[in-house]
């Protein structure tokens, strides 16, 4: 038998061992883990919400929150509020960090599917029903579903790919998740002997865990889409998300993700995947400069198209800084138009008033 690819190294890096739980006992089908630090409650009431109106019972679902040493009690009063008893509380005693949470979450889940949900992330109706069929249905590792991407208020302002129009295993998934990052946790759901196998999520990866542990799963397990929208991923200023971009520790942690990830291919895929997955992700950092500098400043906008220059100097990346640096001269020749213009009134009322 193969061993667990926790037990070895890859790159610089050793995935934590995941325990292995007894496959016979007495376990539920689902484990929705809640990972929590410092969540808004209206919010993290909605997600808690969004599962309870799904609950099939504590037989076929644990639902637990696991907090990662917020700063007050407001997580485990609202989980307290609105679980009723039917949702289970767990606070770690220092802060870890995101992936050591996540990784708790996974060490306290006793389903036999995983399914993480962010503390301001939903899940919509039928979510559990039908993932539980395409997994039963099929010998995959992991399940996912599209996804909406929705703004602080819940508008939806995007949708994620159809990769597929009926529920069924998706083909060299491997090299497509390499490529891009196509999934959030919200929507995706992984059976826990996969976690067993293969470890959790790497501690040094800050921003992008997930994406490194999706490319890892499909390494070694098939992944299986479920075309119906059922889950929303948000995307808010006061989230983890916007908050690590203004310094671009995105961009760097993609980098350093990427090096890692391509162990996972022979040499020669490796190096055209690569070079796939630092186009992608560069493109995404002009873009995420263009919307720094219209709402931040010039700064972290700036921090965002150093990190495209270091993935990526294809010609679409190029021209898409070119585009940013037009936009910025735009901006800052308006604003020296608006300067002028004070200036000249203030002159003109001064000898008005003389």
């Not at 969004?50 to 696991?66: A, F, H, N, R, Y």
């Not at 998934?173 to 996969?194: E, F, N, P, S, Y």
Request: glycine share 4%; aromatic share 10%.
């Amino acid at each position: 038998m193969t061993p667990p690819l926790s037990q070895h190294r890859i790159g610089s890096a050793t995935p934590p061992a995941i325990a292995v739980l007894p496959v016979h006992s007495q376990r539920p089908f689902w484990s929705v883990m809640i990972p929590t630090y410092n969540p808004r409650s209206d919010y993290l009431e909605e997600s808690l919400w969004s599962v309870l109106k799904q609950d099939p019972g504590p037989d076929q679902m644990q639902i637990e929150v696991v907090d990662d040493c917020s700063d007050d009690d407001t997580v485990f009063e609202v989980s307290y509020r609105v679980g009723a008893g039917r949702v289970m509380f767990h606070r770690e005693s220092e802060n870890r960090g995101v992936a050591n949470a996540w990784n708790r979450c996974i060490e306290r889940a006793r389903g036999h599917w995983v399914h993480i949900l962010h503390q301001d992330d939903i899940v919509l109706p039928g979510f559990y029903d039908r993932m539980r069929k395409g997994a039963e249905g099929s010998k995959a590792g992991a399940i996912f579903s599209r996804h909406a991407i929705v703004n602080s208020n819940g508008h939806w302002i995007q949708l994620s790919e159809l990769h597929r129009e009926s529920t069924g295993l998706l083909d060299d998934w491997h090299a497509k998740i390499t490529a891009q990052q196509l999934i959030q946790c919200a929507a995706i759901a992984v059976r826990r002997r996969v976690y067993e196998h293969l470890g959790g999520f790497l501690p040094q990866l800050h921003y992008v865990p997930d994406w490194e542990m999706w490319q890892r799963i499909a390494s070694q397990f098939p992944f299986c889409f479920e075309p119906s929208i059922l889950a929303c991923y948000r995307l808010h200023p006061n989230s983890a998300t916007s908050r690590i971009r203004l310094d671009a520790t995105d961009a760097r942690d993609i980098r350093q993700m990427i090096d890692l990830t391509m162990t996972y291919h022979s040499p020669a895929r490796a190096r055209v995947l690569a070079k796939k997955a630092r186009s992608w992700w560069a493109e995404a950092a002009v873009f995420h400069a263009r919307e720094l500098l219209v709402k931040v400043g010039f700064a972290p906008a700036w921090r965002q198209i150093v990190e495209a220059v270091r993935l990526s100097h294809n010609r679409r990346v190029i021209g898409k800084i070119f585009s940013f640096l037009v936009l910025w001269l735009r901006i800052m020749g308006s604003r020296l138009k608006r300067w002028v213009e004070s200036k000249l009134n203030t002159s003109v009322q001064r000898r008005a008033s003389k």
